[in-house]
């Protein structure tokens, strides 16, 4: 088993560009989500997607947008960053049981996004 | 609105020191509560998740406990090593399923 995988590892951007961040959640996982951890901050939730659909979302910007695929990864995408959209980008996997409540949240390596 | 304090921001002791880290919360109506291992520049590992209706969680030399009636739970690390050294996270769960972060520990165990 893989985890959840994010891609790029990496990113340098230019204020004013648009990005795309990638994520495969853990095998057997349904519900992806997004987190934004600033340096020597906790993670801030972006927003979560369960069966296609924008589940729920943080106080962050229409800016910030998410897609979720039928294999149940994800994208994340950025439009006209700013400096200070600079952070580790987090992706989170679980899947919701039969509560309807999301299981262990397991977490992947991030994205290191810059903006100059 | 859901607050998650972990208070003090670094702690620095010595190998082999028994440490309990700390974590509260404002809002008590939560579904789990999950602690997190964050190596600098990199993502979180989970360590362990206590269930609303747990007490606690166990696993090698970390223990983790849950009072949700008061808002606290306590990250117990035995006999501490320089590999522990790392930033620790906790996070809760609420019925939205959200996961609120504290700012985190840095712990720095010395040789």
């Known amino acids: 088993d893989a985890g959840v995988t994010q891609s790029p590892t990496h990113l340098i951007k230019t204020r004013g560009q648009q990005v795309t961040l990638r994520c495969s959640p853990k095998s057997g996982h349904d519900t992806v989500s997004w987190y934004q951890q600033a340096l020597g901050q906790g993670p801030q939730f972006i927003f979560q997607y369960y069966e296609e659909e924008e589940r729920q979302r943080g106080n962050f910007p229409d800016r910030f947008s998410g897609h979720q695929f039928p294999n149940y990864s994800s994208e994340l995408n950025v439009n006209a960053l700013l400096l200070g959209d600079s952070a580790l980008y987090l992706c989170?996997?679980?899947?919701?049981?039969?509560?309807?409540?999301?299981?262990?949240?397991?977490f992947g390596q991030g994205t290191r996004l810059t903006v100059v | 609105k859901q607050e998650v304090t972990q208070i003090p921001a670094a702690l620095s002791v010595p190998e082999g020191e028994n440490l309990v880290l700390n974590c509260s919360f404002t809002d008590s109506a939560i579904y789990n509560l999950q602690w997190f291992r964050q190596d600098p520049g990199k993502g979180l590992t989970s360590l362990l998740l206590i269930q609303s209706s747990q007490r606690e969680q166990t696993s090698g030399r970390l223990n983790a406990s849950l009072d949700k009636s008061s808002g606290r739970s306590t990250l117990y690390i035995a006999a501490s090593q320089p590999g522990d050294s790392a930033t620790y996270l906790c996070?809760?769960?609420?019925?939205?399923?959200?996961?609120?972060f504290g700012k985190g520990i840095t712990l720095s165990v010395r040789p």
């Open positions: 996070a809760v769960a609420g019925a939205n399923s959200k996961l609120t």
């Open positions: 989170a996997s679980s899947f919701l049981d039969k509560a309807g409540v999301n299981t262990e949240a397991f």
